[in-house]
């Protein structure tokens, strides 16, 4: 096996679907919940409307009733590079879109949130690498860091199903909430395609922590910093970022609650 970054592969590929007609491709992500494995990704890829309108994002007016999400596969000695598998997953219970949606969203906020979290159902045969919420929650994200939109624009994918890293900057005060919602923003040139995808800050050597300390990395460290939304607006690169401590309150909804705590690699003082 070559040398891959986890993050490639934690990012999914994604294709809306109504009655087996495709109508859109985005990106998502798996995490560990009380109920098992399950699909983080944007509201308005499951509802197949936009957040602010609810007008059908579909020229013709379709909304999707499944999803079909392009996994891992298990490990092969035999493979030089990994191999994905398709899983489809309903979106509602009957698969009918007038049935009971099968998607949870956030407590508080609702259908504001544009963020969802759907159970697996499909998990035979897959090998999902689950994001963590809180993984290096003690490095620093300040306006004007680097981070990476790690997703699929157009659909493209880096050979196999790996997902694209683009690069964006922190344009807003993570800590402040945008439009009184758990949002910040970044700079980036997305694309369709990477709504849904996770933000993630990479560092290496010498890493700023929240603490106000700077310490040596081993390696390089990771902090996961949400799911992108999308632009603000069709003619700017600004982007909106749902922060990672609101989709934790999203998983965290689903009774009994499980910890999900880590740190990977180690950051020593």
């Not at 996994?71 to 009971?100: C, M, Q, T």
């Not at 040596?216 to 949400?226: C, L």
Request: glycine share 10%; aromatic share 8%.
């Amino acid at each position: 096996m070559m040398k891959i970054a986890p993050q490639s592969m934690q990012s999914l590929m994604l294709t809306m679907r109504s009655n087996g007609t495709d109508l859109a491709n985005g990106t998502g992500f798996v995490v560990k919940t009380a109920v098992g494995l399950a699909l983080v990704t944007n509201r308005h890829h499951v509802t197949g409307r936009y957040q602010g309108t609810g007008k059908p994002i579909a020229a013709n007016g379709a909304v999707p009733n499944e999803i079909v999400i392009h996994h891992p596969a298990p490990f092969d000695k035999n493979r030089f590079i990994p191999s994905w598998e398709a899983r489809v997953e309903a979106l509602y219970a009957d698969g009918n879109v007038d049935g009971a949606r099968l998607w949870k969203e956030h407590p508080k906020y609702g259908s504001r949130a544009d963020f969802v979290l759907l159970p697996l159902t499909q998990t035979q045969g897959i090998a999902p690498i689950p994001c963590v919420m809180n993984e290096g929650a003690t490095i620093s994200i300040l306006p004007g860091d680097l981070v990476s939109v790690v997703g699929f624009p157009f659909p493209i994918s880096a050979g196999g199903r790996f997902a694209l890293w683009a690069s964006a900057l922190v344009a807003s005060e993570p800590e402040v909430d945008y439009n009184d919602l758990p949002l910040f923003l970044v700079d980036c040139r997305t694309r369709p395609g990477q709504a849904g995808a996770p933000v993630i800050a990479q560092r290496t050597g010498l890493v700023r922590l929240t603490d106000g300390r700077q310490v040596q990395a081993e390696g390089t460290v990771t902090r996961f910093a949400g799911i992108y939304s999308g632009r603000v607006h069709k003619d700017s690169d600004i982007g909106m970022v749902w922060k990672a401590s609101a989709i934790q309150e999203l998983i965290y909804s689903l009774n009994p609650p499980i910890t999900l705590f880590k740190l990977w690699p180690a950051v020593k003082a």
